[in-house]
């Protein structure tokens, strides 16, 4: 059976005496997944890794069932933009995707076709002509994701996607990843902007000084800590006093704060079922409640939990 | 699946064509490459403009070249007057010996259109006979070979291979666009095929260009009947075959050089960092093949460039005597015997190099 996922097996990877990731174990399936994590925590390692750029120390990787030591094979179907901004010199943007997918081996008229798509698809139609040394930042980024996506890869490997890109592309750039996913692709993007980390992924990896700290869908991997750290919830309602009151009354809630100017109660509990339920009850009990968002189940409090002391980038 | 690695090679090829060619890094190769032929000419505009102003001379002053062998050392001025006439150059000198008498010294010139007699008179004596020939065509044919095999061969082809073959790989890591290349579905021994190719490709151009128009460049003093004469007949080039075969062995020569040396810094820029100290230890072996041993002489490429060469270019009578009693004197390698070499020694770093690549890795923040 045709494997459909990119697999790591516990997989490491050392420059010199430096890690760069240690015992990565990782099963991928089709979607969006972010790698997110710090400078230096190893997510464009892994990419690398992913992509056969270099080798692991230790360990085993496949991509849809193809050893990344065969880019013969492997780059057929996977497209991969890099984070390393320079490109071969002397060219325009259609010419950089059209040569390098004469590489591949298609004939010509095949390439331009191709060339011609991904470049509408990037939103780069007009600049395609002009030499890419005279490329903006977010160009060459837009152009780099074209190279990526020109052969219309099944496995799609971003380093920092959405990096020098204005409002208007990224969100573009955001509908196409969701586009590809949706056609049951895998997506694998890192990124430091959590918050369309967390808009965008289907699943997270959260990785930490070369280690991967977290896996899984995003609310699975709060669930998984969720004994450890407290969970928050932000409650609007029209008696926040007497809310934070009654909400103090239960066990497992360990802070109920009022939020200045009306804003709500957040409350923080260790057992959210349970908070839920007397929420329920609260409410039939006749008290306005208009609204409850589970405030830190997004990426970057998973992550800020997981992380805990470390810094992290924004 | 040869025929899509023929695609991809060639693809690659035009890829690499702009960067081969026309990269600003690259400009000293050119200059390396036709230095000798601003040195060449240089030397035909000038022998050309002498050989015209000697055959004028004689026009006006015509000496017969039997005349000049009737002319002997301690004849007095009048003597040689007598069976010369005037020279057609005369330059004078006075001085005074250490008993304060005055001292004549002369140079008087000659020329019958192709020799220059020099004669050199202290006072009224004939102490110094000097000839000096125009270039023949055997002549400028061994200096062609001289600067060929010890500045063309050793030096600018070793250093245009260097500049163009080491930077293939190493070119793009430092600009840290090689992973383009990588990211492609091409095996990494196709990548290697092509960016020899690419080089081969550029070298060869520009330096059998090179050579064919420093050939011509020597040629060009003489008038068009004689250089035919050269080109097509044997005993008027000398023992190393008509000047075509020359022309052609010297082409071939070039364009093996670049095979050779090609694959051996194509294999440096992709195994070392640092360039320099491996094209250092090559530069220094190649550089010392004459004073080698005859068994070591041949584990060099420039043995068998040399033996490929129509004319050998023996040490010159300048060559201090020392220098001639290290040089080891070897028999050259028959054609078949270098070209075999060659190309083996090659097939072997590329095959080499190939296995190599294949472990390559993009890690640009150590480069």
Request: aromatic share 10%; hydrophobic share 45%.
């Amino acid at each position: 059976m045709k494997e459909d996922r990119i697999i790591l097996e516990n997989v490491s990877r050392f420059y010199g005496e430096v890690l760069g990731v240690n015992r990565v174990t990782l099963s991928i399936p089709p979607g969006i997944t972010s790698l997110v994590g710090p400078n230096g925590s190893g997510k464009t390692t892994l990419m690398n890794l992913i992509t056969g750029l270099i080798r692991p120390s230790r360990g085993r990787i496949s991509v849809l069932g193809v050893d990344p030591s065969q880019p013969q094979r492997l780059f057929r179907f996977v497209g991969y933009s890099t984070q390393f901004d320079a490109f071969p010199k002397g060219l325009t943007g259609s010419q950089f995707i059209y040569s390098f997918l004469r590489v591949s081996g298609r004939p010509a008229p095949e390439c331009r076709k191709l060339t011609t798509r991904a470049i509408e698809q990037v939103g780069l139609v007009e600049a395609a002509d002009r030499k890419v040394a005279a490329y903006s930042k977010g160009m060459r980024q837009r152009i780099r994701l074209a190279q990526a996506i020109a052969h219309d890869p099944g496995v799609l490997i971003l380093d920092e996607p959405l990096n020098g890109l204005d409002p208007l592309v990224r969100s573009e750039t955001i509908a196409l990843f969701k586009r590809y996913a949706a056609e049951g692709r895998h997506v694998v993007v890192s990124s430091h902007v959590l918050h369309e980390v967390d808009m965008i992924s289907d699943q997270v990896v959260l990785m930490s000084g070369g280690y991967v700290v977290a896996e899984g869908r995003i609310r699975g991997v709060r669930s998984e800590i969720q004994d450890q750290r407290p969970m928050q919830f932000l409650i609007q309602c029209k008696q926040p006093s007497l809310l934070a009151s009654r909400a103090f009354e239960q066990d497992h809630v360990v802070e109920a704060r009022l939020l200045p100017e009306g804003a709500g109660v957040l409350v923080k509990t260790r057992d959210a079922d349970a908070f839920c339920r007397a929420l329920n009850h609260l409410a039939l009990a006749g008290l306005d409640i208009e609204g409850v968002v589970p405030a830190d189940d997004n990426v970057y409090s998973v992550y800020e939990y997981l992380i805990g002391g470390e810094e992290t980038t924004q | 699946m040869i025929r899509l690695w023929c695609i991809q090679v060639l693809a690659i090829i035009r890829l690499e064509m702009k960067k081969t060619f026309f990269a600003r890094r690259g400009l000293w190769v050119y200059l390396l490459a036709f230095a000798p032929l601003a040195l060449f000419v240089t030397h035909s505009i000038a022998a050309g403009h002498h050989r015209d102003q000697l055959e004028r001379i004689a026009r006006d002053h015509p000496i017969s070249s039997e005349a000049f062998s009737d002319i002997q050392a301690g004849m007095t001025r009048d003597e040689v007057t007598q069976k010369l006439g005037r020279p057609y150059s005369q330059w004078n000198r006075h001085t005074r010996n250490e008993h304060n008498e005055p001292r004549e010294w002369s140079h008087w010139r000659y020329t019958d259109g192709k020799i220059e007699l020099h004669l050199f008179f202290e006072d009224d004596k004939l102490t110094g006979i000097r000839r000096s020939e125009l270039d023949t065509l055997p002549e400028v044919a061994r200096i062609f070979a001289g600067v060929f095999q010890s500045y063309y061969l050793r030096l600018a082809v070793f250093f245009g291979c260097v500049g163009v073959f080491v930077n293939l790989f190493r070119g793009e890591r430092l600009d840290k666009s090689l992973h383009f290349y990588l990211l492609t579905p091409t095996r990494r021994e196709v990548l290697l095929a092509g960016k020899y190719l690419a080089g081969l490709l550029a070298t060869v151009v520009i330096f059998t260009s090179s050579t064919a128009l420093q050939w011509l460049a020597l040629l060009w003093q003489f008038d068009h009947t004689a250089v035919a004469d050269f080109l097509t007949s044997p005993t008027r080039s000398g023992a190393a075959g008509t000047g075509w075969g020359q022309f052609s062995s010297y082409l071939a020569v070039t364009a093996l050089a670049c095979v050779g040396y090609g694959s051996v810094f194509l294999a440096v820029g992709l195994l070392f960092r640092n360039p320099i100290i491996p094209v250092a230890v090559v530069l220094l072996w190649e550089g010392v093949n004459p004073f080698l041993p005859a068994a070591l002489k041949k584990i060099s490429m420039i043995y068998y460039l040399q033996s490929l060469c129509p004319v050998a270019a023996a040490p010159g009578q300048d060559v201090p005597g020392l220098v001639h009693l290290l040089i080891s004197p070897v028999q050259p390698a028959t054609k078949a015997v270098a070209v075999l070499s060659i190309v083996i020694l090659t097939c072997v770093v590329l095959v080499v190099g190939a296995r190599l690549s294949r472990r390559m890795e993009i890690n640009y923040s150590t480069e």
